[in-house]
C-alpha cells in the first residue's frame, strides 16, 4: 500500500488545519534556531573574549606559581616545551610577568607587568588586535608600551606620554625605566584594565634582570578538532613536572556562566517543544477522529493497524517537514543577519554599559552565531517531538474497530 | 642608615655608662635601662654622621655586593646613595620624617613610596623600606629592662629585653639586645609575639672610628631561611659633621 | 447569551479546551519558576553584597566610584545618617571610613581594605564580616586597638586571636601612617579573595589616623527594605539629603561587577520567557484558529439569522477570554504547590556548585528557592491572559469575515 499518496490525501482533507499547525511547527522551529544561534553566539562570544583574548585554552605555570606568584619561580625550559607542543599542532606563547609600580607625572598605580612574545602571542590570542588608541608592541621599540584602559585614566596618560616603572629586579636591584605609551587597550577583564602593562619579553628581561624563564605558557588548541581534556593530557604530559590547567579550571566563574547559559538553552527547548508537541497532538487527535469512519473503512477493507499508524505518522511527519525546511530558511535567514548586525541590548536595559563578569569584559552588543548544530538541533528536537506526539493519535487509529468506526458519526 | 641607627644608641651607652657589676634592682633596672635609653635618644638630637658602608646580600635567588655612602642627622634624616656597583650608581634613598624616596639616575626621577612599598625590602636586603622608618625609636617605641648580668661563654655581658609599648606600631613582640660588659653591641634578637625568633642582627669587628669604638661589621640573618644574610661594613664614619636640614632634600637627592 | 455560547462551544471539544487550557497553563508554571528562582537568587545576592560595605545605596565622596582615595571625604556623616534613618523604606544606615592598607606581622606583611566601623551600628544583619564570625569577638570600641580579620589573612600573617597587627595606609595629607592593633576576632564568609584581605577597624581610631575631621567618613552605606526599589529610594535620599560634593549610588553602581552578572542573567531569563510565551500563544492561536475553522458552518447559520460580524467577533474573543481564564486558574493551581515547597524548602545544587564560588566577591548560595513577588505574580498572569487575547484576535476577526451563503454549502 503506499502509504504517502494516503497521507497526502488525509492532509489535504482539511487544508487550512495542516497549514496552520505545519505554521506553529515552523514558528516554533525558526524561533528555536534563533534562540540557539543567539545563545551560541553569547557563549562564542564570551569565550573569545577570555580564551582567545588573553587566557588560552590552556595555560602551564610552575607548581605553586598560581597560589605565589614569584619572580623566581618560573618554567626553566619553556622554549623546549613550545617548540613540542608546536610540533603537535598546538600554538603556544611565553609569557613574563611581575609587580611593581608605574608613575606617570601626575599619578602613580601598582601594575601587573607582562613581558610578550611578538611572534608567538598573535598565535595564540587577539589581544594585539584589541587595540583602543595607538598601537600594539613592536620589536624595534623595546621603550613602547601598551596599558589597560583603567590604568590610563588612572595615571592620566595617553598614547605618546611617558611613564616609569618601579619593581625589584631578579637579581635584587632596584628595576626602573622610562617608557612611552605606545597604546592603550580595549576593555578586556578587570585585572589587565586596571593594571596591565604590556612590553616586549626583551624589555621585561632587560629591565627585571631575568634572562632566562617563563612564568606562563599560554597554549591554543587551534583549529585541532579535538576535546578540552585530551588536549589537557598532551599538553600535560608535554610539560612534565609543571602544572597544566584549562581555561575552565583557571575561570571557573565564566566556566559555570557558560554551562549555565548551554542548561537554560535545553531547558528552554524542551519546554518550547512540549508546547508544540501538544499543538501535534491536538490537531493529530482532530484529524483522526473526523476521519474515524474513514479509518474503519480501511481496515474493513483490511489495512493492517501498522499501516494505518504509518499513515498518521507520515502525515504528522509530512508536516513536519515541510515546517522544517520553512523554518530552516527562515531561522537560517533571521540568524545570519543578527550575526552581521547584532542586537544591543544596552537599550533595552538599560544598565552598565561597560559591565563584566568574573574580571571578563561584556559586549552589550550580542552577535548570533550560526553552526551546524544551532540549526540542524531545533530541527532534529522538532522530527523527534512531532513523532512522540503523535504517537497516541496514531495508536488510537489503529485499534478503531471497524464496524464501530463506520456507524460512528 | 638604617643599622648606623640602631647601632648608634648602644655605642653612646657605651661611652655614657660606667662600667658596673652585679645585677640592679628590678625596678631600679628598669628605671636605669630607661633613663639611658632617653639620654641615648637625646644624645642622639642634633648627631649627625658621614660613612661609608659595603653592604653584602645573599639570598637564595641573589649575591650582591654595594659600596653606599649615606649620611644622617638626628632620627628624622638620612641619605643614603650607591657608589657601586656601576649599573647602579646614584641610586640614592632618602629619608625624612616617616617619608621615604627613591632617586633613580637611569631615569632621572623621584618617587615617593606608598604605603604598599613600605614593607617591601630595602635594596633588596634583608631590610625593609619600613625598618627605614621606624628607626630605633627605642625610648618612644620600647620599655627598656636589664635582664641579665654576668658572663656567658666566658664574656661579661648585659643582656638588655626591650618589650614594645601597647601604642607601638611595630611588630616585635620582643627585642632582646646582648652587649658586652663595656657596652660595645653584640647582637639583638627579634622575636614575635609568640616568642619565635624571626631574626638576628650580629655586631662584630669593634674599631676605633672618629672619636668612639664601634662594631663596623653587622649582620642580619632571618630565621627562616639561615643561608640568607645582609651584612653591613663600615669602612669610615664622622660624626657631628654640621649637616644642615636642606641637605636633606629632594632637590639634593637629584644632585648627588 | 453570548456568554452561554462561549462556554458552549468550549465545552464541546473538551478535550481541545483542555490541552489548551493544559499549555497556558504550563507558561504560567515556568514562568513563575524562571522568573521565582531568578528573583531568590538576585535578591539573595544583592542583600549580601549590600553587607560587604556599600549597602543597597551609598553616598560617597564625588568622584570616589571612579577614583577612590583615602583623601576623598564626607562631611557631616552622622546627620546624613539620621536624615537617611529617617526616611521610610530605608532599614538602616551605617557611616564607614574604607582605603586600602598594608598589614603586617613578625612574619609577613599583605596587602589589603580596611573598614573602619563604629560597633554600635553594626549588626550581623548589616555586616556580612559580623555575621561570618568564627572565633574571638566583635570590636567593642570606636577607637580601641581592636582588629578583626578574615582567616585567612591572620593564617598568612601567623596570627590568632589576641596577636597584634601593625597596619599602614596614607593620610590625608598624603603622609604615611602606621598603627598597632590586636585581633579581637576572625571572620570567614567563605570567599578567599574576601577572607584574606579585609580587616574591621575602629572608627575614630581611623579617624585619627588619618588626621580626619570628627565627623568625616568616607561613606554611608544605607540599607532598604526592598532592593527593588534602589533607584526610587537613591532619588528619595539625595532629594531628602540635598548636600553638594556628593554622589549617591546604587548597589549596581557600586558592585558593578555583580550587577553585569544580574543583568545578564535577568537577560537570559526574560529571553527564553518571551520565546516560551511567544510559542504557546502560536499553540493557542492555532487551536482557536481551528475552532473557528471547524465552525464556519455554524457562524453562516448565525449570520444568516442575524448575528452580526462584530458580535462573532466578541464571541470568539470571549472564548479565548476564557480559554486565557481556565488556563490561568489551572496554572496558579499547578504553581502553589510547587510555589510552597519551593519558597520554603528549595532544591540543594550544592553537588553542581563548587566551595567558595562567588559571584562578584559574594558566595553562591547553592540552594535554588523562590521568591515571587507581588508584581511579578500581577506581571505574569495578565502577560499570559493578554497573550491569550491576543491570539484570539485573529481567529476571532477571521470569524467576522464569514460569508453566509459560502458557508452553507458546506455540508
Not at chain 1, 588536549?231 to 571557573?252: D, I, N
Not at chain 2, 653606599?68 to 656597583?85: A, F, H, N, Q, R
Not at chain 3, 577614583?67 to 571625604?73: A, E, G, V
Request: hydrophobic share 45%; glycine share 8%.
Amino acid at each position: 500500500m503506499k502509504i504517502l499518496p494516503f497521507a497526502l490525501r488525509g492532509l489535504s482533507r482539511n487544508t487550512t488545519r495542516s497549514i496552520v499547525t505545519t505554521g506553529a511547527m515552523a514558528f516554533a522551529g525558526t524561533i528555536m534556531i534563533f534562540y540557539l544561534s543567539l545563545l551560541e553566539g553569547f557563549t562564542e562570544t564570551f569565550e573569545r573574549n577570555t580564551v582567545g583574548m588573553n587566557t588560552g585554552n590552556i595555560q602551564i605555570h610552575a607548581k605553586g606559581y598560581r597560589d605565589d606568584p614569584d619572580l623566581y619561580n618560573r618554567i626553566q625550559n619553556a622554549g623546549q616545551i613550545i617548540k613540542k607542543l608546536e610540533a603537535m599542532g598546538f600554538a603556544a606563547s611565553p609569557r613574563l610577568y611581575g609587580y611593581g609600580l608605574a608613575a606617570s607625572g601626575k599619578a602613580s598605580s601598582g601594575i601587573n607587568l607582562r613581558g610578550m612574545n611578538l611572534e608567538k602571542e598573535p598565535t595564540v590570542t587577539q589581544l594585539y588586535k584589541h587595540i583602543l588608541k595607538g598601537a600594539w608592541l613592536d620589536k624595534a621599540d623595546k621603550h613602547g608600551v601598551v596599558i589597560g584602559g583603567k590604568l590610563a585614566r588612572t595615571l592620566g596618560v595617553g598614547v605618546g606620554d611617558e611613564l616609569i616603572i618601579i619593581s625589584q629586579a631578579a637579581d635584587g636591584s632596584m628595576a626602573n625605566d622610562l617608557y612611552i605609551a605606545r597604546g592603550i587597550l580595549k576593555s578586556v577583564g578587570e585585572i589587565i584594565d586596571r593594571a596591565g602593562f604590556f612590553m616586549t619579553d626583551d624589555a621585561f628581561r632587560e629591565v627585571m634582570v631575568m634572562p632566562q624563564g617563563a612564568h606562563e605558557i599560554a597554549v591554543s588548541t587551534r583549529n585541532m578538532r579535538i576535546e578540552l581534556k585530551t588536549a589537557v593530557k598532551m599538553v600535560s604530559q608535554t610539560a612534565q613536572g609543571y602544572e597544566t590547567l584549562s581555561w575552565r579550571k583557571l575561570l571557573p566563574v565564566v566556566a559555570r556562566l557558560i554551562d549555565n547559559a548551554k542548561a537554560g538553552t535545553i531547558i528552554t527547548l524542551l519546554i518550547i517543544y512540549s508546547a508544540i508537541g501538544m499543538v501535534v497532538l491536538n490537531a493529530m487527535l482532530m484529524s483522526v477522529f473526523e476521519r474515524i469512519r474513514e479509518f474503519g473503512v480501511m481496515k474493513a477493507i483490511g489495512v493492517s493497524p501498522l499501516q494505518i499508524i504509518a499513515v498518521v505518522f507520515a502525515e504528522a511527519l509530512l508536516q513536519a517537514s515541510i515546517a522544517s525546511v520553512i523554518a530552516f530558511t527562515a531561522g537560517l535567514a533571521l540568524s545570519l543577519h543578527f550575526q552581521t548586525y547584532g542586537i544591543d541590548l544596552s537599550t533595552w536595559t538599560g544598565s552598565a554599559v561597560e559591565s563584566s563578569i568574573g574580571g571578563v569584559a561584556l559586549d552589550p552588543v550580542w552577535y548570533t552565531h550560526v553552526t551546524f548544530d544551532t540549526v540542524t538541533m531545533p530541527l532534529e528536537f522538532l522530527l523527534l517531538i512531532v513523532g512522540i506526539a503523535v504517537i497516541y493519535p496514531g495508536v488510537k487509529a489503529a485499534v478503531i474497530q471497524p464496524v464501530k468506526a463506520i456507524h460512528h458519526q | 642608615m638604617a643599622v648606623l641607627r640602631r647601632a648608634f644608641p648602644w655605642l653612646c651607652l657605651a661611652a655614657l655608662l660606667p662600667v658596673c657589676n652585679g645585677v640592679w634592682a628590678d625596678e631600679a633596672s628598669k628605671e636605669r635601662a630607661g633613663v639611658i635609653l632617653r639620654e641615648v635618644d637625646d644624645l642622639w638630637r642634633g648627631e649627625s654622621s658621614h660613612a661609608v658602608i659595603s653592604m653584602m646580600i645573599k639570598t637564595r635567588h641573589y649575591t650582591r655586593k654595594m659600596k653606599m655612602e649615606g649620611w644622617s642627622k638626628g632620627k628624622d634624616s638620612s641619605l643614603v646613595v650607591i657608589l657601586t656597583p656601576l649599573r647602579e650608581k646614584g641610586t640614592a634613598s632618602l629619608k625624612s620624617g616617616s617619608s621615604v624616596y627613591s632617586y633613580l639616575p637611569r631615569t632621572d626621577r623621584t618617587v615617593r613610596l606608598t604605603a604598599g612599598m613600605m614593607m617591601s625590602s630595602w635594596m633588596g636586603s634583608h631590610f625593609t623600606n619600613d625598618d627605614l622608618v621606624k628607626e630605633s625609636r627605642l625610648s618612644d617605641d620600647y620599655e627598656a629592662d636589664i635582664t641579665f648580668e654576668g658572663k656567658r661563654e666566658g664574656v661579661d655581658v648585659i643582656e638588655f629585653t626591650l618589650t614594645p609599648k601597647p601604642d607601638a606600631a611595630v611588630v616585635w613582640g620582643e627585642i632582646v639586645y646582648l652587649v658586652r660588659s663595656d657596652h660595645l653591641p653584640l647582637r639583638a634578637l627579634y622575636f614575635d609575639e609568640d616568642m619565635k625568633l624571626i631574626r638576628t642582627m650580629t655586631f662584630s669587628k669593634p674599631e676605633i672610628m672618629d672619636d668612639r669604638l664601634f662594631p663596623t661589621v653587622l649582620r642580619v640573618t632571618p630565621q627562616d631561611k639561615p643561608d640568607e644574610f645582609t651584612e653591613l661594613v663600615y669602612e669610615k664614619i664622622k660624626f657631628n659633621i654640621g649637616l644642615d636640614d636642606a641637605f636633606f632634600s629632594i632637590a639634593r637627592l637629584k644632585r648627588r | 447569551m453570548l456568554f452561554t455560547m462561549t462556554w458552549r462551544n468550549l465545552s464541546r471539544r473538551k478535550r481541545r479546551t483542555l490541552i489548551s487550557a493544559f499549555t497556558v497553563a504550563g507558561g504560567v508554571f515556568f514562568s513563575v519558576a524562571f522568573t521565582a528562582t531568578g528573583d531568590y537568587a538576585y535578591t539573595n545576592m544583592i542583600n549580601t553584597s549590600a553587607t560587604m560595605g556599600f549597602g543597597h545605596v551609598t553616598v560617597e565622596p564625588e568622584g570616589y566610584n571612579l577614583s577612590p582615595t583615602l583623601q576623598k571625604r564626607i562631611g557631616g556623616a552622622n546627620a546624613i545618617r539620621e536624615k537617611a534613618l529617617k526616611i521610610e523604606g530605608v532599614t538602616d544606615a551605617i557611616v564607614r571610613i574604607t582605603g586600602q592598607a598594608m598589614f603586617a606581622s613578625a612574619a609577613k606583611s599583605v596587602g589589603g581594605v580596611f573598614i573602619a566601623v563604629d560597633p554600635s551600628q553594626e549588626s550581623p544583619e548589616n555586616n556580612i564580616y559580623l555575621r561570618s564570625m568564627v572565633e574571638g569577638s566583635m570590636l567593642d570600641k570606636t577607637d580601641g586597638r581592636q582588629v578583626v580579620v578574615g582567616w585567612k589573612m591572620a593564617k598568612k600573617m601567623n596570627l590568632r586571636v589576641g596577636k597584634k597587627l601593625v597596619y599602614t595606609t596614607t593620610d590625608i595629607n598624603g603622609e604615611i601612617v602606621s598603627e598597632v592593633g590586636r585581633i579581637s576576632g576572625i571572620f570567614k564568609t567563605g570567599v578567599d579573595a574576601v577572607d584574606g584581605s579585609i580587616a574591621l577597624i575602629p572608627i575614630d581610631k581611623m579617624r585619627s589616623i588619618l588626621h580626619y575631621g570628627p565627623d568625616e567618613a568616607t561613606l554611608v552605606s544605607v540599607f532598604i527594605d526592598d532592593q527593588r526599589f534602589a533607584g526610587q529610594m537613591r532619588d528619595v535620599i539625595a532629594s531628602s539629603l540635598a548636600m553638594k560634593g556628593v554622589d549617591i549610588l546604587t548597589w549596581s553602581q557600586t558592585q558593578a561587577d555583580m550587577a553585569g552578572i544580574i543583568a545578564i542573567d535577568r537577560r537570559m531569563n526574560y529571553l527564553s520567557q518571551f520565546l516560551v510565551g511567544l510559542v504557546i500563544a502560536a499553540g493557542i492561536l492555532n487551536t482557536m484558529f481551528m475552532s473557528v475553522l471547524e465552525r464556519k458552518r455554524e457562524f453562516g447559520i448565525m449570520m444568516a439569522v442575524g448575528m452580526t460580524p462584530g458580535r462573532l467577533f466578541r464571541l470568539v474573543l470571549l472564548e479565548s477570554f476564557w480559554l486565557g481564564l481556565l488556563g490561568v486558574i489551572m496554572g496558579a493551581l499547578i504553581t502553589i504547590p510547587a510555589y510552597i515547597y519551593m519558597s520554603n524548602i528549595g532544591i540543594d545544587l550544592s553537588s553542581l556548585v563548587e566551595d567558595g564560588a562567588d559571584v562578584g566577591g559574594v558566595l553562591i548560595d547553592p540552594i535554588m528557592k523562590y521568591r515571587l513577588y507581588k508584581q511579578s505574580v500581577a506581571a505574569i498572569l495578565s502577560g499570559v491572559f493578554t497573550l491569550t487575547i491576543l491570539a484570539g484576535l485573529y481567529p476571532a476577526f477571521k470569524a467576522g469575515r464569514v460569508a453566509p451563503v459560502e458557508n452553507l454549502k458546506i455540508v
